[in-house]
Nanobody, 126 residues
Framework: VQLQASGGGLVQAGGSVKVSCASS????????MGWFRQAPGKEREFVGA????????SYADSAEGRFLISRDNAKSILYLQMNSLEPGDTAVYYC????????????????????WGQGTQVTVSS
């Protein structure tokens, strides 16, 4: 599985941005997907995850109510819509694929994901 994230950029506090993650290789709809982020000097942290079917999602407390994860299995693309952005959301955002096919579990630990995109920078200015 190859993942390519895109769509980051500079946005003002309170604004919105949508990042995408295009998948290629094995069938996209086999895998649950996750979004993580890493700010300078900090560890990579879980943002949210979506099941292989798109019917289930899970969010970090910091993302709940502001961020929305979705996927288009026909286009093999994962999305992260981020609203009401704050300077603390500034980070490199990574998409990742769970290696277990059709798993019902949404994993929050980075170690549970085998395939990673290269990341896209989101910078929120105050």
């Amino acid at each position: 599985v190859q993942l390519q994230a895109s769509g980051g950029g500079l946005v003002q506090a309170g604004g919105s941005v949508k990042v995408s993650c295009a998948s290629s290789g094995r069938p996209f709809n086999w895998y649950s997907m996750g979004w993580f982020r890493q700010a300078p000097g900090k560890e990579r942290e879980f943002v949210g995850a979506i099941s292989w079917s798109g019917k289930s999602t899970s969010y970090a407390d910091s993302a709940e109510g502001r961020f929305l994860i979705s996927r288009d299995n026909a286009k093999s693309i994962l999305y992260l819509q981020m609203n009401s952005l704050e300077p603390g959301d500034t980070a490199v955002y990574y998409c990742a694929a769970d290696p277990i096919r059709f798993t019902p579990v949404l994993v929050r630990a980075a170690t549970g994901y085998r395939y990673w995109g290269q990341g896209t920078q989101v910078t929120v200015s105050s």
